[in-house]
């Protein structure tokens, strides 16, 4: 493969401007308070600066909207405020804004007075979530009032879980010469994955839209996924106005795995905000090696005989402000491992008949979710771990990574790997189930437990994880910041334990030890911008995976995936089971 890394070289010219470091001095920027006007919907008129939002409800962008009134809120809401320019920036030449705030879970379109600044993220049909980014959007002097009050309207849509704007403070500063210029990135492959001898190429584009001329830097910086530096570029750019430049940059990966990359643009020791993303080379290649210990087997072994010896004691509580022409929907309280109540909602099909079921599992500490009774012919179980989700009016765990992690048998995830086997328990007690057509799904640590379900029971079918969690752990810890925060707190209080020790206690209960075990076919779908889970702990535990599997990356999602992969998902189960 040729490396092509920056290869067109511009001379400096005389008379082009230099972006001086006052350039950069943003003491001119005003910090807005916290309080917000929130609305559930979606009506594009809630943007416009003459639109009445006195009956809206008031909200603060420090908490999540879940927290405020709002507790099952998913989907899309607007916010809105009013603000007046103080002098400092009324006089601020040329005239242009930025503003800012930290993020929006998931993705949002930004206003000023009606007019679109810009947007992160994708809203359905095209969904894509960018809730981590920190927005900082260009505003024109031509929609600006001087004279009378600025609406911000922030259109978000919340794909699951907590969300909405989440920033202490809106910022407010006068545009600099620097923020004109403006670097897109696009990436040979959609999913920035590469395979075999693909070229690993990078399109970057500057745009100057300043209307003078400008002389900067461009810096890439290639690290990999755990922060190791590999290669670091600069390159001298003149940008007449107006002018897009592009340059191409192929930098092949020296290994399988992930890469970060870093890319900016500097003039006289100022820095722009740089564009950062991952991609990927061979991650099926990533080797990930078995860790477990000679008792893992008989542990978890002994595990299951200790829970079937619980007697279950299922009670079904109907929950009808649920239900619909499709589904009645109940509230199922369990005996699990060290009888632990623990809860799930089943959907049962109201048609006459056999069902397929599937068996969802949710994320690290997901609070209530409504069952979801949209028809696909299948049952349906969404089932909580112990403390979490249904069950968290009785945690009693605390941060639920690190309790007990003074030994495996006191450990938390022994107890919630137990429960979601007993969540299948369950569904093979129901008359209206076909036990043979047995499904587990779910996302981050849903996607773990979807892992483990499979390895430990034989009566899944198919399985579909997505961004699963709790995995490869020596190496996670080095990739992302959490969990690993947790542990180091828990290493200060408890001084006598060593890293070492919580490692092996983690062998247990990390789901690349499960992996070999799956034996029923897998679908994974994982984002290659994922943080919270990178996606070299997914392809850690699914290398392991000796049977029947498969894989599809969402380039450009964090810790999600694009929403064309549950369509796939319910073909896979539908393909695996026989059901087309």
Not at 4 to 17: C, H, K, P, Q
Not at 389 to 417: F, H, M, Q, S
Not at 422 to 443: L, N, P, Q, W, Y
């Amino acid at each position: 493969m040729k490396n092509r890394i920056l290869t067109t070289v511009f001379s400096l010219l005389i008379g082009f401007t230099l972006l001086s470091a006052s350039a950069q001095n943003k003491t001119n920027k005003i910090s807005f308070d916290d309080q917000w006007k929130f609305h559930e919907g979606d009506d594009k008129s809630w943007s416009s600066p003459t639109f009445n939002d006195s009956k809206w409800t008031f909200i603060s962008s420090k908490k999540v909207i879940e927290e405020q009134g709002y507790p099952t809120f998913d989907g899309l809401g607007w916010y809105r405020r009013s603000i007046i320019l103080p002098e400092t920036l009324k006089n601020a030449a040329p005239g242009d804004l930025i503003i800012s705030f930290n993020q929006v879970d998931d993705a949002d379109e930004a206003y000023f007075n009606g007019h679109l600044i810009g947007s992160t993220g994708g809203f359905p049909p095209n969904y894509e979530s960018k809730y981590s980014e920190v927005r900082e959007y260009l505003v024109p002097s031509k929609y600006v009032y001087l004279d009378k009050p600025n609406t911000i309207a922030i259109r978000v849509f919340d794909g699951g879980g907590s969300g909405g704007l989440v920033s202490p403070t809106l910022d407010v500063r006068a545009a600099t010469q620097f923020d004109r210029l403006k670097i897109s990135v696009a990436v040979a492959d959609e999913d920035k994955i590469f395979l075999g001898s693909q070229p690993q190429k990078v399109d970057v584009t500057v745009k100057n839209l300043n209307s003078a001329s400008v002389l900067a830097k461009l810096h890439v910086d290639i690290t990999t996924d755990d922060h190791q530096k590999l290669k670091s570029f600069v390159e001298n750019l003149s940008l007449q106005p107006g002018q897009n430049l592009l340059k191409s940059i192929a930098y092949p990966a020296p290994s399988p795995g992930f890469y970060r990359y870093s890319i900016y643009l500097e003039s006289n020791g100022s820095t722009g905000s740089p564009k950062k993303f991952n991609l990927g080379y061979e991650p099926e290649k990533i080797n990930a090696p078995i860790d477990s210990k000679p008792d893992f087997k008989s542990f978890w072994e002994n595990n299951l005989k200790e829970l079937a010896l619980v007697t279950p004691d299922f009670q079904m509580t109907s929950h009808p402000e649920y239900s619909n022409k499709s589904y009645e929907v109940f509230e199922v309280a369990m005996n699990s491992f060290g009888s632990v109540r623990v809860k799930g909602y089943y959907c049962k099909p109201k048609k006459e008949g056999k069902f397929p079921v599937s068996v969802e599992y949710q994320g690290y500490g997901s609070g209530f979710s409504e069952p979801d009774t949209t028809w696909d012919g299948f049952a349906h179980m969404k089932m909580s771990i112990r403390g979490q989700g249904y069950n968290i009016p009785g945690n009693i765990y605390g941060d639920w990574i690190v309790y007990g992690l003074e030994n495996k048998e006191n450990y938390y995830y022994r107890g919630a790997y137990l429960d979601i086997i007993r969540g299948i328990d369950f569904v093979c007690t129901r008359a209206e189930v076909d036990t043979s057509k047995i499904v587990t799904m779910g996302g981050s640590q849903g996607g773990a437990l979807t892992f483990v379900s499979a390895a430990l029971d034989k009566r899944v079918k198919a399985c579909a994880p997505t961004i699963p969690f709790l995995s490869d752990y020596r190496n996670y810890f080095k990739i992302a910041p959490w969990p690993a925060s947790s542990f180091e707190s828990y290493l200060k209080q408890h001084p006598e334990r060593t890293w070492d020790q919580a490692y092996e206690v983690l062998t247990y209960f990390d789901i690349k030890n499960f992996a070999p075990w799956i034996k029923c076919p897998l679908f994974m779908g994982i984002g290659v911008q994922d943080e919270v889970c990178p996606p070299h702990i997914n392809f850690a535990a699914y290398n392991n995976v000796k049977g029947k599997k498969r894989w599809i990356a969402y380039g450009d999602q964090q810790h999600s995936v694009g929403q064309d992969y549950y369509k796939q998902r319910q073909q896979f189960f539908k393909s695996i089971l026989k059901l087309d």
